[in-house]
């Protein structure tokens, strides 16, 4: 069974950055694409940003378009989620995941907290 562990949270002021990283045990997730989802409080987890498998392709939600950046080293099977310019609203447990995602195969996440 995969195992995808999530590190790089914590907690900052709005404005602020952090970078997330997600490592997969099996080099096989380097070959699908990849996605980072958050889950606020009392809310569903949502799609934030997905990559291709090779990195040339990337996708954002609106809500974080032109602030987060999401990359790739399938050599280290990581993927990566820069998050610049944070605001409040982006306070949630980020997740990463295939994409579309694999049922199952959730990480615990890691917390990112942004104080206004």
């Known amino acids: 069974q995969v195992q995808l562990v999530e590190s790089g949270g914590g907690l900052v002021q709005a404005g602020g950055s952090l970078r997330l990283s997600c490592a997969a045990s099996q080099r096989k997730f380097s070959s699908y694409a990849m996605g980072w989802f958050r889950q606020a409080p009392g809310k569903e987890r949502e799609f934030v940003a997905t990559?291709?498998?090779?990195?040339?392709?990337?996708s954002y939600a609106d809500s974080v378009k032109g602030r987060f950046t999401i990359s790739r080293d399938n050599a280290k099977s990581t993927v990566y989620l820069q998050m610049n310019n944070l605001k409040p609203e982006d306070t949630a447990v980020y997740y990463c995941?295939?994409?579309?995602?694999?049922?199952?195969?959730w990480g615990r996440g890691t917390l990112v907290t942004v104080s206004s």
């Open positions: 990559i291709s498998w090779s990195g040339g392709i990337t």
């Open positions: 995941n295939a994409n579309p995602p694999h049922p199952g195969v």
